[in-house]
C-alpha cells in the first residue's frame, strides 16, 4: 500500500505554501486600494516610500503636519520637504510606539499604518507600562473602589440612518466589556447635560479644536478623565451589521466606541496591534475584544473587577483567533506534522 504522503508531496506542499508564509513585496500604488484610502492628503503619502533621511519629496511637509498632530513633532514653523534629523528621530519614535520595525526610514508596513484610519487622540503620552500607557498625571475617574458612570448620547447631535436602539445597544456593549474587567458600572441616562459621559457625532470643526476631516482619516475621538466627551465622525459610514452595509468604507461603531471609551476612562494608545487600544482600524472590521494589555491597563488603574478571571481572556484570545504565529515556526511545525504522519 502507498502511504498518503512522500516525500515529494512533502516538498511540493512546501513550495506552494511558500508565496503565502513569504509574500512577496507590495508596489506602493497596490499597498492601498484607492476606494479604502483614508482621504487625498493622506493618499499622496504612498509616494514616499523608502524615503529615509536626506530624501527631498514634494508634499513631504504635510507629512510632518500629520506626525505633528498625533504628538511626534513639536516644531511647528517652516515644515519643509526635507526629511531631516528630527524627522527621522519622529519616525522611530512612530515606529516604535505602533509596534512596527524600527528603521527611521518609510518602509511600506509604516507607510500603511500612517494612511490607515486612526483614532483622533494624540500618541503623545507620558506614562508607559509594558504596552499599555496613561494620559499625563494618569486621571482616571472618582476615587471609590466601586462606582457607577452615566452616559448619555446628545439630542443634536446623531446619525439618522440608524435607528437609535441600535446605537444604543452597540454603545451598552462597549461599556459592558470594561465594566466586565473593572469594578465601575455604566448606565445609560436621559439628561444629556449631567450625564459624565457624554457622546455625539459632529463633521469638521465642531468647536473643541480637533475638527474632523471626512471620510475616513480620523474616525473619532474622546478626552481623558473626567472630561467625558466622546466625538465620532458623522462623516463616516457608520455600522453595526457589516451585512446590512454594502459600503465599502463601512466603519464598525461598536469596536470604535469600545477604543474610544478606552480613552474616556484614562487610557492612552498601545503599541500591541491586537489590542482595543491600538491607535487605527481598517474599514470592514470588527474589533470590540479587550485583550490582555488592554485588561492589564485599566485594571492598574481601576482595581479588578471581583468575578473577572483572566482565563476566560485567554481563552477567547485562543478561540478567536488572535494567537498569532511567526511564518517560519508554521513551516517548522507542518514539517514536523508531517514527518509524524509518514
Excluded at 55 to 75: C, D, I, Q, T
Excluded at 88 to 101: F, K
Aim: net charge negative; glycine share 8%.
Amino acid at each position: 500500500m502507498y502511504p498518503f504522503f512522500s516525500y515529494n508531496t512533502l516538498f511540493f506542499l512546501i513550495l506552494s505554501l511558500l508565496p503565502h508564509l513569504f509574500p512577496a513585496r507590495t508596489a506602493p500604488g497596490a499597498l492601498i486600494p484607492g476606494r479604502l484610502s483614508p482621504n487625498a492628503t493622506w493618499n499622496n503619502f504612498v509616494n514616499f516610500i523608502d524615503a529615509g533621511k536626506g530624501a527631498n519629496f514634494s508634499g513631504m511637509s504635510e507629512l510632518k503636519k500629520y506626525f505633528h498632530r498625533f504628538g511626534y513633532l513639536h516644531v511647528v514653523d517652516n515644515f519643509t520637504d526635507v526629511f531631516d534629523d528630527s524627522f527621522e528621530s519622529a519616525v522611530v519614535n512612530y515606529q516604535r510606539n505602533l509596534g512596527l520595525t524600527v528603521i527611521g526610514k518609510l518602509d511600506e508596513g509604516t507607510v500603511t499604518q500612517i494612511m490607515s484610519p486612526r483614532c483622533g487622540v494624540s500618541d503623545e503620552i507620558i506614562h508607559v507600562t509594558k504596552n499599555y500607557a496613561y494620559f499625563s498625571g494618569e486621571p482616571r475617574w472618582g476615587a471609590s473602589a466601586h462606582m457607577t458612570l452615566t452616559y448619555a448620547f446628545s439630542g443634536d447631535n446623531m446619525i439618522n440612518y440608524l435607528s437609535f436602539s441600535d446605537v444604543s445597544e452597540a454603545f451598552r456593549r462597549s461599556f459592558s466589556r470594561w465594566s466586565t474587567v473593572i469594578p465601575v458600572n455604566f448606565t445609560e441616562a436621559d439628561d444629556y447635560s449631567s450625564a459624565d459621559i457624554k457622546i455625539g457625532f459632529y463633521k469638521g470643526d465642531h468647536g473643541d479644536q480637533e475638527p474632523f476631516d471626512g471620510v475616513l482619516g480620523v474616525l473619532a475621538h474622546a478626552f481623558s478623565p473626567e472630561n467625558g466627551r466622546l466625538h465620532f465622525d458623522e462623516a463616516e459610514t457608520w455600522a453595526v451589521d457589516f451585512r446590512s452595509s454594502e459600503s465599502k468604507v463601512a466603519v464598525d461603531l461598536e469596536s470604535v466606541a469600545t477604543h474610544e471609551i478606552g480613552h474616556a476612562l484614562g487610557l492612552a494608545h498601545s503599541s500591541v496591534k491586537g489590542a482595543i487600544m491600538y491607535p487605527s482600524l481598517s474599514p470592514r472590521t470588527k474589533k470590540v475584544d479587550l485583550k490582555i494589555d488592554d485588561v492589564e491597563g485599566i485594571q492598574a488603574l481601576y482595581g479588578s473587577n471581583p468575578n473577572f478571571h483572566y482565563s476566560s481572556l485567554i481563552e477567547s484570545d485562543v478561540s478567536s483567533g488572535w494567537v498569532v504565529m511567526n511564518p517560519m515556526k508554521w513551516l517548522i511545525y507542518l514539517v514536523v506534522f508531517v514527518g509524524v504522519v509518514l
